[in-house]
Every structure is written in C-alpha cells, then in structure tokens.
Nanobody, 122 residues
Framework: QVQLVESGGGLVQPGGSLRLSCAAS????????MGWYRQAPGKQRELVAT???????NYVDSVKGRFTISRDSAKNTVYLQMNTLKPEDTAVYYC????????????????WGQGTLVTVSS
C-alpha cells in the first residue's frame, strides 16, 4: 500500500516562508508525477504545482515566482518552498502522486495525502 505523508504546515505572517514536505512510503519503484494542491475554506481544491519525474515544475499563475516545487526521487519525496506568503495562500495543502509503480502491489493511478494546514495571518 502506498501512503503520502505531508509535513511543514503551520501559521506564518504575511511575507513569511514555509517549506512543505511529502514523503511517499511503500514498495515504490517509480512515481511519474508528484505535486501539490490546496483547498481554501469554501472553495474547490486547486492545483498549486506539479513536477513530473525528471521534468520541470508547473505552477498555477497565482504562485509563480513565489513557490518552488522540487523532488528527491531517491527518497520519493516532494517539497514545496513557499515564499512571500499572502493571506490568500491560506488553505489545506494536499500532496498528490500520479502513476505510482510499486514492486509488489501493482500500479496506483493516483494517491492523495491527508493534507497539512497553512495559515497566513498577522
């Protein structure tokens, strides 16, 4: 079974920074795409950033220039460095993995983490 566990959320003042981490566990051989989504209160979940294996990050326009996604494929981990945070970045941030190939339990088309809360407030 594949699980994604996020960490790094919390309360930060506007203009501050946070770094989210998401580690995938299980007998993983390869993960094609890892990324981050967020869901603010009363809003739909939206894509924040994704990164394919061996590729570059893709970002929603509202975070370009402020957020940076990175991956450590050897550790099956994805990170989201968030700088110059704004109150409108407040949301639960979810880690996502697509096409997770395992050594012993087949392929998982999509896996979600449990979410980590980011609150930007003074």
């Amino acid at each position: 079974q594949v699980q994604l566990v996020e960490s790094g959320g919390g309360l930060v003042q506007p203009g501050g920074s946070l770094r989210l981490s998401c580690a995938a566990s299980g007998s993983i051989f390869r993960i094609y795409v890892m990324g981050w989504y967020r869901q603010a209160p009363g809003k739909q979940r939206e894509l924040v950033a994704t990164m394919p294996s061996g590729g570059s990050g893709n970002y929603v326009d509202s975070v370009k220039g402020r957020f940076t996604i990175s991956r450590d494929s050897a550790k099956n981990t994805v990170y989201l460095q968030m700088n110059t945070l704004k109150p409108e970045d407040t949301a639960v941030y979810y880690c996502n993995a697509l096409n997770v190939i395992t050594l012993s339990s087949g392929t998982y088309p999509e896996v979600w983490g449990q979410g980590t809360l980011v609150t930007v407030s003074s």
